[in-house]
């Protein structure tokens, strides 16, 4: 079955960068779109960016654009999230979501598949 284990979350000073993993498993990676998401308690999930399946075409939430970047290796089954110059208000838990799809999509319920999650903390 599909997987999608995050990792590389953790503790950040304010203006620190951080940088998170998307292992991918059971599917044609490249045949999927993967996107990532975060979500604070008692808050809907939000989107950050998304890659599409050649890597060819990234989409980004305004609130990251500049400091966060997506990228793909598809012979790794990797995806991988950059976060730079981070703040207190990118806290969250970061999710990875897969869909089967030639574009970037940007909304939850497009998503397929789902990682467990990975915490970041940035600290002021």
């Known amino acids: 079955q599909v997987q999608l284990v995050e990792s590389g979350g953790g503790l950040v000073q304010a203006g620190g960068s951080l940088r998170l993993s998307c292992a991918a498993s059971?599917?044609?990676?490249?045949?999927?779109?993967m996107g990532w998401f975060r979500q604070t308690p008692g808050k809907e999930r939000e989107f950050v960016l998304a890659i599409s399946g050649s890597g060819q075409v990234t989409y980004y939430a305004p609130s990251v654009k500049g400091r966060f970047s997506i990228s793909r290796d598809n012979a790794k089954n990797m995806v991988v999230l950059q976060m730079n110059s981070l703040k207190p208000e990118d806290t969250a838990v970061y999710y990875c979501?897969?869909?089967?799809?030639?574009?970037?999509?940007?909304?939850?319920?497009?998503?397929?598949?789902w990682g467990q999650g990975t915490q970041v903390v940035v600290s002021s």
């Open positions: 059971g599917l044609t990676f490249s045949n999927y779109a």
């Open positions: 979501a897969a869909r089967q799809t030639f574009g970037v999509p940007s909304v939850t319920r497009e998503y397929d598949y």
